[in-house]
């Protein structure tokens, strides 16, 4: 049973929340806020939702703390400040786990929600700037990559950030 007051909101850019509406979108990465640069972290080791960060070039290491934890509940924002009190979609967050961007798999470009045209057979990247059409991509990482841009800025895979990766179930109350 879920208890809607400890809830957490979660968003998603508009493409994404009809996937998790669908329960298609299973999984959301979040870069890892805190660290002074985003480039040339590795990510060294995970505990609960504690990450170890290395930085071989500075020689340095860092521990941050996840803002979801395993079996958290979170509450799907229809738009920013959106309460609790008018959520109708709940998640568990059933994992958590931290790595560097780039190591996405192409099933877990599927987990984020990326989907395929049926009639074209490519994967649909984010929206053309000043434009009301999507980016088509023979590759899922290429589409994902492109969606991930879209939310952070130009050049954010290059740097190949730490992220935070959950796992997701869509509940209901």
Avoid at 43 to 56: A, D, I
Avoid at 119 to 143: F, H, M, N, R, V
Wanted: charged residues 25%; glycine residues 6%.
């Amino acid at each position: 049973m879920i208890n809607p007051i400890q809830a957490k909101p979660i968003s998603f850019i508009a493409q994404l929340y009809i996937p998790a509406l669908k329960g298609l979108k299973t999984q959301t990465r979040r870069l890892i806020r805190g660290l002074d640069e985003k480039e040339g972290w590795l990510v060294k080791e995970l505990e609960g939702n504690r990450c170890k960060l290395y930085h071989p070039a500075q020689g340095i290491e860092t521990e941050i703390s996840s803002a979801w934890e395993k079996d958290d509940i979170l509450f799907l924002q229809k738009y920013t400040d959106m309460p609790l009190s008018e959520a109708e979609t709940f998640f568990r967050v059933s994992a958590v786990r931290a790595e560097n961007l780039q190591e996405i798999s192409n099933a877990d470009c599927e987990k984020e929600g990326i989907l395929k045209c049926e009639t074209s057979g490519l994967y649909q990247g984010a929206l053309l700037p000043q434009s009301k059409d999507y980016a088509y991509y023979a590759e899922i990482k290429d589409a994902y990559r492109s969606v991930f841009e879209g939310i952070y800025g130009d050049g954010y895979w290059n740097l190949n950030p730490p992220v935070w990766v959950y796992e997701l179930e869509i509940r209901s109350l």
